[in-house]
Nanobody, 119 residues
Framework: QVQLVESGGGLVQAGGSLRLSCAAS????????MGWYRQAPGKQREWVAS???????NYADSVKGRFTISRDNAKNTVYLQMNSLKPEDTAVYYC?????????????WGQGTQVTVSS
């Protein structure tokens, strides 16, 4: 079982920055994929960014060049640095962890943190 706790959300003006943190209850160096998703009111949850244990990172087109995902294995924490924020980035942001062990894929979610970008 992996517990994830997000923090760092808040209210920011358009053009501003926030850094989200996702603290895991276990070593993240063994977690195959850690990622960030978001869900805006009335919309489906969408993928934002992901980081693999091998060091690869990927981003949704909507955030590419503005958001950066990173891992701190010593702190068992994943970060999402969000710059040049836009009102359309307003959503609840969720951290997820994906473990693949002997072909079994298990996914864990955090409780989410609210990000609100005012125009």
């Amino acid at each position: 079982q992996v517990q994830l706790v997000e923090s760092g959300g808040g209210l920011v003006q358009a053009g501003g920055s926030l850094r989200l943190s996702c603290a895991a209850s276990t070593s993240i160096s063994s977690i195959n994929v850690m990622g960030w998703y978001r869900q805006a009111p009335g919309k489906q949850r969408e993928w934002v960014a992901s980081s693999t244990s091998g060091g690869n990172t990927n981003y949704a087109d909507s955030v590419k060049g503005r958001f950066t995902i990173s891992r701190d294995n010593a702190k068992n924490t994943v970060y999402l640095q969000m710059n040049s924020l836009k009102p359309e980035d307003t959503a609840v942001y969720y951290c997820d962890a994906q473990l693949i062990v002997f072909g079994t894929h298990t996914r864990y979610w955090g409780q989410g943190t609210q990000v609100t970008v005012s125009s």
